[in-house]
């Protein structure tokens, strides 16, 4: 079958609340924007009851609708939602490849925004009781939910041990399900000492979850002792499992940089090691994984991602031109040495107009239109001919430049 093939923009892969915040910047910035989603717009954050921390709703709100509202905002700034599934993905080079079963679609910028999933304990029964019916993954999501309730709390590592601490403000009891001999966690030594300390926690040494039992909703975990064989039958109102989580990044093995655990390693504008192509959100390395820090994850990469599409214009057809040999000049306000280089430039520029296109680019504002030049240094001139780049050069005098561009 000979697939379709699309132009855009922007195309962001993942439709949860990064993603989505990040439709709704390119939209507003004009950009061309497709959004693919292969399950549910909206992600993990559609499955929470409540969010009650998330700025401009006191006294909380569903997941739900809270993507509703992002999803109908991106709609309004014109941006295209496809609901399907990427297969390939080709991000290197300029023109950027997302293939899905039926279309290619051809991109100038992609933002990665896949997530990732909760680790399941694989125990029985437990597809049955996931997200709003008994199986929860955040403590600070789901906490109020639990008032004065039988929660359980799979794992002891920090995230387990440091949201099991949080949720015994609100539940009545925590009971916390841990593989190793008593006394043993992997959690950091001071959560440690809180929990144990904490007349609201209770601690089941040597198990495992054997299964997950209830009818509507989940009302007990039965856990094994893995030392015993020992079946031990709990009965709860709900339950958190925090035994790691699983980043959405198969597809892009190989051409993105991963972090050890699978996550995308990016800088503080969202960027990869790939030009154009941006990873947000919970797919992403980061300390705290929640819908506000998604957000802001979002409106960076929407932000960077029209940036640098209208940096690559400008490159392609002014900095690169081919009509004329290019004098390209990296200078910065608040350096006085490129500052008092400038006359020679204009001197220069002024006397060779005919035969040379003289640019002038701050490194300070224009950082990433400076690296596609092959260096980012101030007080730096960038020699193009036929659209290439044939010399980069630090000695900034009338002469030399005369003696170079006579050269070329």
């Known amino acids: 079958m000979e697939k379709k093939h699309e132009y855009y923009d922007a195309v962001i892969i993942g439709g949860g609340a990064s993603g989505l915040t990040s439709a709704i910047y390119c939209g507003r910035a004009k950009l061309k924007t497709l959004l693919i989603e292969k399950s549910l717009v909206g992600g993990l954050a559609t499955y929470t009851n409540e969010i009650a921390n998330y700025p401009g709703f006191p006294g909380g709100i569903t997941g739900t609708e809270l993507m509703n509202l992002f999803h109908k905002q991106a709609k309004e700034f014109g941006v295209n939602f496809k609901l399907t599934d990427v297969k390939k993905v080709q991000l290197e080079g300029k023109d950027k490849l997302v293939e899905t079963f039926r279309v290619v679609y051809h991109a100038k910028s992609v933002i990665i925004s896949t997530g ?119 009965e709860v109102d709900g339950c958190f499992l925090f035994i790691g989580y699983v980043p959405n990044t198969e597809i892009f093995e190989g051409q993105i940089n991963l972090s050890p655990q699978g996550n995308i390693i990016t800088n503080e504008k969202m960027e990869t090691n790939l030009e154009g192509v941006f990873a947000i ?25 029209e940036k640098y599409i209208a940096e690559s214009e400008v490159f392609e057809n002014e900095i690169m031109q081919s009509e004329k040999i290019g004098l390209i000049y990296l200078w910065a306000p608040t350096d006085e040495t490129s500052r008092n280089y400038m006359k020679v430039i204009e001197e220069v520029e002024k006397e060779l107009k005919e035969s040379i296109k003289v640019q002038k680019i701050d490194v300070y504002k224009n950082s990433g239109l400076a690296s596609r030049l092959g260096t980012t240094e101030v007080s730096t001139l960038v020699y193009t001919k036929d659209g290439k780049v044939v010399k980069i050069d630090k000695e900034i005098s009338k002469e030399h430049i005369k003696d170079i561009i006579s050269s070329l």
């Not at 437990?126 to 004065?148: H, K, M, P, Q, V």
């Not at 593989?179 to 440690?192: L, S, T």
């Not at 390395?285 to 409106?299: I, N």
């Open 116 to 234: 990732g999933k909760p680790r399941l304990t694989q125990a029985k029964n437990e597809e049955n009781f996931l997200y709003d019916r008994g199986i929860s993954f955040c403590a600070t999501c789901d906490a109020a939910y639990n008032t004065d309730k039988t929660v359980m709390v799979i794992g002891s590592g920090d995230a387990a041990i440091e949201e099991g601490i949080f949720l015994t403000k609100f539940a009545s009891k925590v009971i916390v399900s841990v593989v190793h001999d008593e006394g043993i966690m992997d959690a950091n030594k001071i959560a440690q000492e809180q929990a144990l300390k904490n007349p609201r926690m209770e601690f089941k040494w040597n198990t495992t979850v054997d299964s997950f039992e209830g009818e509507e909703r989940l009302n007990a975990v039965v856990l094994k002792n893995v030392k015993t064989g020992e079946i031990d039958k709990v």
């Open 281 to 305: 959100g919970d797919v992403r390395d980061k300390y705290v994984k929640q819908v506000a820090t998604a957000v802001g994850d979002g409106a960076i990469a929407g932000v960077g991602a």
